[in-house]
T-cell receptor, first 113, second 114 residues
Framework: GAGVSQSPSNKVTEKGKDVELRCDPI?????LYWYRQSLGQGLEFLIY????????KSGLPSDRFSAERTGGSVSTLTIQRTQQEDSAVYLC???????????FGPGTRLTVL | KQEVTQIPAALSVPEGENLVLNCSFT??????LQWFRQDPGKGLTSLLL?????REQTSGRLNASLDKSSGRSTLYIAASQPGDSATYLC?????????????FGTGTRLTIIP
């Protein structure tokens, strides 16, 4: 079956612009996760959704980052006023239930010039 | 704050050898622990999930062990093959108050020499 998909696969933007990253989880998966992987920081947890709710948003690096999930399916990660330090690969994962095996998408490589 | 350490950072072994990758974590109040592999330029592939109540979990040539009280996990790979070359990441899961979070180690880069 179809795995987790993310779009775009690559995004180049100018400093100060807003970007939206999209994640389509595996159908029926109730849990959805966003992570960021950058050269200096390794893999960093950003946010977890169970259904449409995100119990804890403290993993988001700053108030320029926001995420939403609608209809218990697609999720969007928005970064406002991008900075060069936001350059990273943004990974999305989904799981059939909370605390289950996570299935990762291929990621979106974001480059902020 | 959970901290995860993986040793060694890099490992090269000849094809056919058995090997062990190590993971240690500071907060033992975990719900489960997952091992992943990451191939260059790609996302992560889940290998094994071991529950906090389990001591071992096996899948094919892979065996993961967990000693929750001491904050350690190992991934054993038997009869290594060149296709096993990848970066291996461990990630303990903390879950409380409806929230859930994986914390990743920095990984072990494994190279299997044909």
């Amino acid at each position: 079956g179809a795995g987790v998909s993310q779009s775009p696969s690559n995004k180049v933007t100018e400093k100060g612009k807003d970007v939206e990253l999209r994640c389509d989880p595996i159908s029926g998966h109730t849990a959805l996760y966003w992570y960021r992987q950058s050269l200096g920081q390794g893999l960093e947890f950003l946010i977890y959704f169970q259904g449409n709710s995100a119990p804890d948003k403290s993993g988001l690096p700053s108030d320029r980052f926001s995420a939403e999930r609608t209809g218990g399916s697609v999720s969007t990660l928005t970064i406002q006023r991008t900075q060069q330090e936001d350059s990273a690969v943004y990974l999305c994962a989904s799981s059939p239930q909370a605390r289950g095996t996570q299935y990762f998408g291929p990621g979106t490589r974001l480059t902020v010039l | 704050k959970q901290e995860v350490t993986q040793i060694p950072a890099a490992l090269s072994v000849p094809e056919g050898e058995n090997l062990v990758l190590n993971c240690s974590f500071t907060d033992s109040a975990i719900y489960n622990l997952q091992w992943f592999r990451q191939d260059p330029g790609k996302g992560l592939t889940s290998l094994l999930l071991i529950q906090s109540s389990q001591r071992e979990q096996t899948s094919g040539r892979l065996n993961a062990s967990l000693d929750k009280s001491s904050g350690r996990s190992t991934l054993y790979i038997a009869a290594s093959q060149p296709g096993d070359s990848a970066t291996y990441l461990c990630a303990p899961c903390i879950s409380n108050f409806g929230n859930e979070k994986l914390t990743f180690g920095t990984g072990t880069r494994l190279t299997i020499i044909p």
